[in-house]
T-cell receptor
Framework: GAVVSQHPSWVICKSGTSVKIECRSL??????MFWYRQFPKQSLMLMAT?????????EQGVEKDKFLINHASLTLSTLTVTSAHPEDSSFYIC?????????????FGPGTRLTVT | AQSVSQHNHHVILSEAASLELGCNYS??????LFWYVQYPGQHLQLLLK??????LVKGIKGFEAEFIKSKFSFNLRKPSVQWSDTAEYFC???????????FGTGTSLTVIP
């Protein structure tokens, strides 16, 4: 089946620094990937849609200058949290649509836990 | 904008009990509907989905869901739960032709052996 990986699985960074999270589709090419944020005991909140070769589409209320998304290849999308602050601490999950399969399914990565101290 | 409501935040059942988790959505157009499960420490996994056709859909592990268009609902059911069903369950909606998925707040299910 379709496999999506994320790296790192957890990261701790100091306030004011930037951190990059990678999302890879391992056995398929993903023209569209999605980034979600999940707070403890809460649902996934869609942050942005990442399209290969074009700018990401951000959901309302998500700061695009703070959460930089790059989808440079058909198997890799990156989310960079710039000038991180403790309130950015969260669980970040990516997903990908699988071409050739049902167009409306998404496969999820295992998530990255970010802690900003 | 679409929204998804899951009214049961935490459900505790004994093994062999029947399960029904509610999901309601608000969107005027045609939608695709999904239930995902997140076992402790694991990825989100697709349980079942509805695109069109028979409103009663069957998924993996004995789960099923019924789409009732007039009620904007897509409730998840299982006739007899097992301890291994302990997990977080998320309902999700996607507008047909659209990219974005919108998730409910999730229901935490605990099954007591």
């Amino acid at each position: 089946g379709a496999v999506v990986s994320q790296h790192p699985s957890w990261v701790i960074c100091k306030s004011g620094t930037s951190v990059k999270i990678e999302c890879r589709s391992l056995d398929f090419q993903a023209t569209t990937m999605f980034w979600y944020r999940q707070f403890p005991k809460q649902s996934l909140m869609l942050m942005a849609t990442s399209n290969e070769g074009s700018k990401a589409t951000y959901e309302q209320g998500v700061e695009k200058d703070k959460f930089l998304i790059n989808h440079a290849s058909l198997t890799l999308s990156t989310l960079t949290v710039t000038s991180a602050h403790p309130e950015d601490s969260s669980f970040y999950i990516c997903s990908a649509r699988v071409p050739g399969f049902s167009p409306y399914e998404q496969y999820f990565g295992p998530g990255t836990r970010l802690t900003v101290t | 904008a679409q929204s998804v409501s899951q009214h049961n935040h935490h459900v505790i059942l004994s093994e062999a009990a029947s399960l029904e988790l509610g999901c309601n959505y608000s969107y005027g157009g045609t939608v695709n509907l999904f239930w995902y499960v997140q076992y402790p420490g694991q990825h989100l996994q697709l349980l079942l989905k509805y695109f069109s056709g028979d409103p009663l859909v069957k998924g993996i592990k004995g789960f099923e869901a019924e789409f009732i268009k007039s009620k904007f609902s897509f409730n998840l059911r299982k006739p007899s739960v097992q301890w291994s069903d302990t997990a977080e369950y998320f309902c999700a909606v996607n507008a047909q032709g659209g990219n974005q998925f919108y998730f409910g707040t999730g229901t935490s299910l605990t099954v007591i052996p």
